[in-house]
């Protein structure tokens, strides 16, 4: 099992650049969160999926962000146009039940200069 | 603003000694509480799930308790080593499905 996978690992782009983060969830299972790590906020949750419908995407910061699941096995989240506030750890996560822990994939570092 | 409050913010323990440390969380649409265990430039890691009040759950020497009625949760090591540093995160789960994690507990054992 690879475990939850996330791409890329860094990303550094310029202000007003479009970004792309990419998650893998493990097969199976039907829940897919993508959090935001900051000083200020701690681990945020942004959006969440079940069974690749959108939940709940009140953490959503503005409407440059957006977030999609095509499919069980993969997720997008992008940010349109960056700005330099959006600089964080994205952490991608995944479960199968309510009863069980996530399994968080190793994040993607944003940095927007 | 984290309704799920976790203290202290961190703590320093001599290798061998044992320490514990808080987390309360709204008591009301609770479903699960979660506590993961983060170390540095890895991912949260989950540790345990707990629904019921009184639950109590263990790991090595690592156990954690749970109370719905008040809203905390407590966290145990027993006998720390420094293979145990690391920031240890609890989190709340409402009955909507939403995961509310708190600031996290960093914990440095030394030797």
Known sequence: DAGVIQSPRHEVTEMGQEVTLRCKPISGHDYLFWYRQTMMRGLELLIYFNNNVPIDDSGMPEDRFSAKMPNASFSTLKIQPSEPRDSAVYFCASREGS??????GSGTRLTVV | ILNVEQSPQSLHVQEG?????????????????HWYRWETAKSPEALFVMTLNG???????????LNTKEGYSYL???????????????ASLDSWGKLQFGAGTQVVVTP
């Open chain 1, 99 to 104: 009863r069980d822990g996530y399994t968080f």
């Open chain 2, 76 to 90: 145990y090591i027993k006998g720390s080593q420094p293979e145990d540093s690391a920031t240890y995160l609890c």
């Open chain 2, 55 to 65: 639950d109590e759950k263990k790991k090595g020497r690592i156990s954690a308790t």
């Open chain 2, 17 to 33: 000694d044992s320490t514990n440390f808080t987390c309360s969380f709204p008591s009301s649409n609770f479903y699960a509480l």
